[in-house]
């Protein structure tokens, strides 16, 4: 009977995690992606986009792009992409999901290890409802995070039971587990530093425990486990396997950081800001951790951190000596600090990847160690309190309470990039990461004005950001300042020579002022800098059709075409160009391949229309194709006609022998040009017009 209320009381566990978790988070679901990092992990990623193919999938495992070889994280995007399409809230459900199977495990190995029921369910509930982990879940690119800690849990339930009873398939799924996740995300290089303190407490494996130690042991009974005690160097030794697969990751990792420029060199960061920085950000999570505020999706470098880091070391000098007077015999402190100081060494930054001083989604495992200690520490402080039960299980409500609140209003940020880079402008300063983000956001929603304000100012905090110089040297082209423009372009490449955008960039910016020669030059160059950039062969190409030079035109069209199949006005531009050259059949088919990518293109579809019912060559004439691209031209142009698609139209009719329709259109396209003054254009349509009136279509010749 007891059995039965214990499973009853573990289940009642599981649902009210899971279901509070998921009302959490479940806003996810009306949100869309955010530029910050979504178009390289999916939406803009053309390998997975397709979904689960064989190329693909072969992608995923020879690819360093973004900075990491993490194979299960982009076949994880893959079946998204499969199943749900361009739908985002689907993805970021996929990622709540995750998040709430990890709560679940992580609860029930911490049951399993310790037998202690309400100390596992707080540390799960904690790990599910802190704002600091909103960003592992709410950002879609962040897939990487939960997906990677599915497995460190799955490892960790798999090592617990080869302890239990160790045999050499408990053992090969523990490897099996740690591998996976390291194919996920390359955190858990530290995984097997954590199973040898979880060999010390909870799983007491390790000889030479003392005696107060071994007070604080959970009896082996209670979380059904028999322990096999070996020395360390038996506990090393049993883990040799796990170091060397982590050694490789770690080597893996770095080559392909390396290799995308993700990693900081000494230069951009010197080895003893790295290390004051480091320092700093230990504090600092762990004062997020209790007082989780101004949280921020980008944290930059502070010119002060170096004073706030001098403090830290001072209090923490304080701290580690209370710290040796009371630790003696509480396994569980030592456990929980070490597992937050360790777990966090791959991203403090000491090997600088990106440009962010710290980040929330580093906290998503290492937090455990401090749930850890404050879920034991608790039980020990109120251990002699009247009532403990009462107090404990109120004080612990009213915490996950605050802390569900915060998440709920941590997540409405994640909405989109204007709520997300906004507050982090709102909640931290200097940051020029955020203003160019948001000042991107400002272009696309067409406020030139605030979002040149916004790179104006990143450019005062940070005037060495090649990029920003870029981008507002096209906000200022777009506004047709082809001057400042210019200067912008110029200073991009001052600080980065071979900046292919740049390249591409001062190239229009010098075809604007008419100078082609200088303009080619430049964007020969960004080809040679990036030969794998599109806009820079698409560009040459315009310049070239201007030029007249269409055969030269067809090829960079083409070579834009293997690296940008679906990119339909490189298609519209290739079939004008052999129009031009007289190939109407290449035309035709480059036109109709526009179309398969944008239906609603008018002009490719007048075009289309005009051809297939005015060509000479019988084979490519199609009269009834040409009327239907003639109509819905008429139809999405709408109110709004023009002569040129009228006098299509009456072509087509004529075309598929309606020539009453076709007299009519004509006479309507001949008074809406001289309506609009183009009278020379009304003198056109007049001779095709006295055909049709004959009963004879157009040919074109």
Not at 272 to 292: D, E, G, Q
Not at 295 to 303: E, I, T, W
Not at 429 to 438: D, F, L, P, T
Not at 684 to 698: A, D, M, N, T, V
């Amino acid at each position: 009977m007891k059995v039965s209320y214990n499973k009853m009381k573990i289940l009642l566990i599981c649902v009210m995690l899971a279901l509070v978790t998921f009302i959490a988070y479940e806003q996810v679901r009306n949100y869309g992606f955010v530029s910050y990092d979504d178009v390289d992990y999916v939406y803009g990623n053309q390998h997975v986009k397709a979904g689960l193919t064989a190329d693909s999938i072969k992608w995923a495992f020879t690819t360093t792009h973004a900075g990491n070889w993490h194979p299960l994280t982009w076949l994880s995007h893959m079946l998204d992409c499969q199943l749900f399409g361009n739908n985002p809230g689907w993805y970021h459900l996929s990622n709540v999901l995750f998040h709430i199977a990890n709560t679940l495990l992580l609860f029930a190995v911490f049951k399993r290890m310790t037998g202690a029921l309400w100390r596992s369910a707080f540390i799960a509930a904690a790990f599910a409802l802190h704002p600091l982990h909103v960003e592992s879940v709410a950002w879609i690119s962040e897939r990487k995070d939960v997906l990677s800690s599915l497995f460190w849990i799955l490892t960790m339930w798999a090592y617990v039971r080869y302890t239990q009873r160790p045999g050499i398939k408990r053992y090969l799924s523990t490897l099996l587990f740690f591998t996976l996740g390291l194919m996920a995300k390359p955190m858990l290089v530290t995984l097997p530093f954590v199973l040898l303190l979880l060999d010390y407490w909870p799983l007491s494996r390790l000889q030479g425990i003392s005696k107060n130690a071994e007070k604080n042991l959970p009896p082996a009974e209670s979380a059904g486990l028999n322990r096999h005690v070996l020395s360390i160097i038996q506990l090393i030794v049993e883990k040799i396997p796990l170091f060397v697969i982590s050694a490789a990751s770690c080597a893996v990792t770095y080559v392909a950081q390396q290799g995308e420029g993700a990693v900081a060199s000494m230069g951009q960061l010197t080895l003893k800001l790295r290390m004051l920085n480091a320092v700093t950000s230990y504090f600092s999570y762990i004062v997020k951790i209790f007082y989780p505020t101004h949280l921020a999706v980008f944290y930059p470098h502070s010119k002060m951190f170096v004073f706030r880091t001098i403090t830290v070391v001072l209090l923490l000098i304080v701290s580690l000596v209370l710290f040796i007077r009371r630790v003696y015999g509480r396994p569980w402190l030592t456990v929980g600090l070490l597992w937050y100081l360790g777990t966090m060494v791959p991203v403090i930054g000491l090997v600088q990847v990106g440009s962010q001083a710290m980040a929330d989604r580093y906290t998503y495992l290492p937090s455990i160690g401090i749930f850890i200690i404050v879920a034991w520490g608790a039980a020990e402080l109120g251990s002699k309190l009247p009532y403990r039960r009462m107090v404990l299980g109120t004080l612990a409500g009213l915490v996950l309470t605050a802390l569900f609140i915060c998440t709920k209003a941590q997540v409405r940020y994640w909405q989109n990039d204007v709520t997300l880079f906004g507050h982090a402008l709102e909640v931290t300063k200097n940051n020029a990461i955020m203003h160019e983000r948001y000042a991107s956001v400002m272009v696309k929603e067409g406020k030139l004005d605030e979002a040149i304000s916004h790179y104006t100012e990143a450019l005062r905090i940070k005037p060495k950001l090649y990029f920003v110089c870029n981008n507002l040297g096209l906000v200022l082209l777009g506004q047709g300042k082809i001057d400042q423009a210019t200067l912008c372009f110029e200073e991009a490449l001052r600080l980065k020579p071979d900046y292919p955008f740049a390249l591409n960039n001062l190239g229009k910016s010098l075809a604007a002022q008419g100078k082609m020669d200088e303009a080619v030059a430049y964007l020969e160059k960004a080809i040679r800098s990036d030969p794998d950039y599109p806009q820079s062969y698409y560009n040459i190409a315009l310049l070239k059709i201007r030029q007249k030079e269409y055969s030269q035109a067809v090829g960079y069209l083409k070579e834009v075409l293997q690296r940008r199949p679906d990119w339909p006005d490189v298609c519209s531009n290739l079939a004008e160009a052999y129009f031009s050259e007289g190939d109407i059949k290449q035309a035709v088919y480059y036109w109709r391949r526009a179309l398969e990518l944008n239906p609603q293109d008018i002009k490719t579809l007048n075009n289309l229309a005009w051809i297939l019912a005015t060509a000479e060559d019988e084979t490519i004439r199609n009269p009834n194709d040409a009327l239907k691209y003639a109509r819905k031209t008429s139809e999405l142009v709408g109110p709004y006609q023009q002569p040129v698609f009228l006098d299509t139209l009456a072509a087509a009719y004529a075309a598929a022998g309606n020539f009453p329709e076709a007299v009519k259109t004509a006479e309507e396209a001949i008074k809406l040009a001289e309506a609009a003054d183009k009278k020379s254009f009304a003198d056109e349509i007049r001779p095709r017009l006295e055909l049709y009136k004959s009963g004879q279509p157009y040919i074109h010749r």
